[in-house]
Structure formats: structure tokens, C-alpha cells
């Protein structure tokens, strides 16, 4: 099944690392003084290379004459690593009950904002963990205050945290309100108490319905995570859920199906057969009955895991399957060039040394070829409902799309997985419910 648990705003699908390449053929291109000559039309077509707009754009990637390249970002993604607890499905860049390392945290955080050599004006800022909320409302105020000394966001931005239901409260939401937060993203997973339970969560149905409650009351849009598939849950309990969290009036539901991450307790349990995970066929159920309740309930399915009402799309996370450019700082995070994914130390403590004493504290670079950058915007493209227009695929990845993925397509579109208009291509209902199993045929 697909693995819908993944934190998608983080962790976008890749075909592997390009090995430097795209950033040779990006010089090369670019020592070029020549122009290349403009062929016709069919010609163009024939040797996998596009005309738009005056731009000519190769099948190895852009030429010079293409304007495919990076702008500066417009969203931040900012790490905050603490929570009072970690669940035992969790493998976040996390540490629990370590308040005595926010002061440090604090500190490594001004530090590695003097990365931005001027102030970056955004339209999205979004705070994950972790757990945002876990610093209290003079906390936020602190972190926010850091923040907008480098970033200056436009007057309609959409500014996100994440938070815990049980760390809500009047005084918290007043904090976010104060430091310009229009959007709450809150860690509910469901409002049965037994499935709390069985997921190792510290608060109760009752904390998910205050919170919502006082987080609607002070005018903020709320988002509110499910998690399906969770030990003991049955296909009923999900559906009961999902009224549940429709009833509340809440904008924005993600759900995810949990996944059983190496190195995390659940996993150590499964394997000495002491949590069981769910069937594959009750998995597939539950996630179409999530489909259908949210439709039902005047909620739009726009991406594989996300459902929204109307207006009320989560921008920040489209800036990733847009793959548009982003910023992002703390333990863990992860921010993109539009050709390099640079994922800072994961360790807290550690990503906290390398930062306050000078050191390098990128943990990984990912380099693509401009090939495999083209891939990867066919994968996270199709993940959303309104899939991939064929020419706005051309002026933003340098190639057709039916160069970079026209065999696929047509196999998905004989089978049932996708639909081809001859303009646009979006995968079907059964396409994203086996998405995971497609994906192999593109970044081969």
C-alpha cells in the first residue's frame, strides 16, 4: 500500500542522487557563448527537445535560453525538535523531555538564520517537529521574533505550526495569533480513545475536541492529521472517526496509513509478533472510505493524503510538490535549490554543535540531474488530483512530459490507473491507491 504516513513536506520521493552531474551540465550550459540553432517544430518534436514561448529546452536538461531555474525561495520550513513524548511510530529528527536543551537550540537557530544573506521575503512559513507547541506561548513569541529578523513575510502569507492537542490553550492561541500565525496544523489521529491508546499518544478525544474548539474561536484555520491502519482499528472506527473530526468543523484533513519505521519501538514489537499491522485489503478499505466520508462531508481530495475545503489548500506543502525552491533550518530540515536537496545533521544535539562551533552541519547533499529532477516532478505531481499540465511541465522541468514519462502514462491510461486528455494527465482513484507500485516506471 502506499506508505501515506511519510511526512510528504519533507521527505519527496527521489530517484537517487545525480552524482554532481545536473550541476556540469548547468555550468556547461552556461559557458556556452554560442546560441544553438533553433530547429522546426517537427524536428524539435522528434529529438525529445520543446519550443515554448521562444524558449528552447533540451532532453539532457535546459539551455541557456530557458528560464528554468532558481528563483528565490518563497517558503521556509523551520525544525522545532522537542516534544514531551515520542510515540512509539515515530522516527522524526526529535528529542523528548529535553527542555534543557532549548536554550541551545535557541542559540544554534540565530546562528544558522545568518545563513540568509539578506531578508527573504516568503509567502509560506511552516514550524513542524516535533512539536511547535511544546514552547509554550512565550516560546513561540521568542522563536517567531528570531525569525522575522530574516524573513519577512507578505501580508497574505500563510503561516503554519504543528501542534499537540493537550499543549492548546487560550493563552497559546493568542501567541500565535500575535506573532501573524494563520493556520494551525494539529497532531490529532483520532478522536477514539482506544486507538489512542494503541497509537502511544499522550492525550485524549477530549483534548482534540477543546482544541479545535478554542483554535477556531480565535479565527485560525485549522488542519487536523488522522492516522488510519493503527493496531486494533477497525474499518468502522475509521469512519467513526472521520465524522468525528468533519463534525468539529475543521478546514483541512491529512491522513496518513501508519508505517512501521525501522528503528522505532513499534517496529521492535512487530517483529516479536506483539503489535500486528493491518491487512492490506482493510488498509485499502479504510482509505476509501476516508475518500468517500471527507467527499461526503464537502472536503476536496487534492493530494494522496490531503483533503481540504474549499480555499483552504495547504500552500506550504505545494511549494514541495510544485517542486518549487524552499528554506528550511533546525535539526533534520531539508531545503531545495530547485536541484539540490541539502538535509541538515539530524541529531539535535549534534545539528547544535556543528552550528555554534562553526563546522559543517549539512548531514547530506542530494544532487540532481536535470533528468532526475524532471522525474521527480512526474511523482509529485501525480500525487496530487489535478496532475501534471503538459505544458506548464515544459516551461518548469526543461522536457516533455511524454519524453520523461510517455510509455508510463500510456500503460496507466490502458490499465485503468490514469486518464490523458491529451493535455493534462491525473491518475485515477485505483491509480492512487497503488500510486507507490507506478512510481517504479518512472525513475527507473
Not at 149 to 168: C, G, H, M
Not at 250 to 273: A, D, I, M, N, P
Request: aromatic share 6%; hydrophobic share 35%.
Amino acid at each position: 500500500m502506499q506508505e501515506w504516513s511519510r511526512r510528504y513536506c519533507q521527505e519527496a520521493i527521489r530517484p537517487g542522487s545525480g552524482g554532481g552531474q545536473g550541476v556540469d551540465t548547468i555550468e556547461k550550459c552556461q559557458q556556452t557563448s554560442e546560441s544553438p540553432r533553433t530547429p522546426d517544430r517537427n524536428q524539435a518534436i522528434e529529438t525529445g527537445m520543446i519550443l515554448l514561448e521562444g524558449m528552447i529546452l533540451l532532453d539532457n536538461g535546459p539551455s541557456t535560453q530557458s528560464r528554468l531555474a532558481y528563483d528565490q525561495p518563497r517558503s521556509v520550513y523551520v525544525h522545532v525538535p522537542f516534544c514531551r513524548h515520542r510515540c512509539g511510530y515515530c522516527d522524526f529528527s526529535l528529542v523528548a523531555d529535553r527542555d534543557d536543551l532549548i536554550e541551545r537550540y535557541f542559540a544554534a537557530m540565530e546562528r544558522e538564520l545568518t545563513r540568509l544573506p539578506a531578508t527573504l521575503t516568503i509567502d509560506t512559513l511552516y514550524l513542524g517537529g516535533g512539536t511547535p507547541s511544546h514552547l509554550g506561548p512565550e516560546g513561540l513569541t521568542r522563536l517567531f521574533a528570531m525569525l522575522y529578523t530574516k524573513l519577512r513575510p507578505e501580508p497574505r502569507a500563510e503561516i503554519t505550526i504543528e501542534a499537540n492537542p493537550s499543549d492548546v490553550s487560550l493563552a497559546l492561541a493568542d501567541a500565535a495569533l500575535a506573532c501573524g500565525v494563520s493556520r494551525v496544523s494539529l497532531g490529532s489521529q483520532s478522536l477514539a480513545a482506544a486507538t489512542l491508546l494503541s497509537l502511544d499518544r499522550d492525550h485524549t478525544p477530549e483534548d482534540v475536541r477543546q482544541a479545535v474548539a478554542t483554535l477556531l474561536k480565535a479565527g485560525l484555520t485549522v488542519s487536523a492529521d488522522l492516522m488510519i491502519a493503527a493496531p486494533g482499528q477497525s474499518l468502522d472506527d475509521v469512519c467513526c472517526d472521520i465524522a468525528a473530526v468533519a463534525s468539529l468543523g475543521v478546514h483541512h484533513v491529512s491522513v496518513y496509513c501508519l508505517t512501521w519505521e525501522k528503528g522505532t519501538r513499534f517496529e521492535s514489537l512487530q517483529k516479536k509478533g506483539l503489535l500486528h499491522g493491518a491487512e492490506e485489503s482493510l488498509e485499502r478499505a479504510m482509505f476509501e472510505a476516508t475518500i468517500d466520508s471527507l467527499a461526503a462531508e464537502g472536503f476536496e481530495h487534492y493530494e494522496v493524503s490531503n483533503f481540504a475545503k474549499l480555499g483552504y489548500r495547504c500552500r506550504h506543502n505545494e511549494t514541495y510538490w510544485d517542486c518549487r525552491p524552499w528554506e528550511a533550518f533546525g535539526p533534520g530540515a531539508a531545503r531545495f535549490d530547485g536541484r539540490q536537496r541539502t538535509t541538515n545533521h539530524r541529531s539535535t544535539t549534534g545539528w547544535m554543535t556543528r552550528v555554534l562551533e562553526g563546522i559543517d552541519f549539512a548531514g547530506d547533499r542530494d544532487t540532481m540531474t536535470p533528468r532526475e529532477a524532471a522525474q521527480e516532478r512526474v511523482v509529485l505531481g501525480l500525487r496530487r488530483r489535478d496532475g501534471l499540465q503538459r505544458q506548464a511541465f515544459a516551461a518548469s522541468s526543461g522536457f516533455s512530459l511524454d519524453l520523461i514519462a510517455g510509455e508510463a502514462i500510456a500503460r496507466w491510461v490502458a490499465s485503468g490507473h490514469a486518464t490523458d486528455d491529451g493535455e493534462r494527465v491525473r491518475l485515477s482513484r485505483e491509480g492512487l491507491l497503488v500510486s507507490d507500485t507506478l512510481w517504479k516506471e518512472v525513475l527507473a
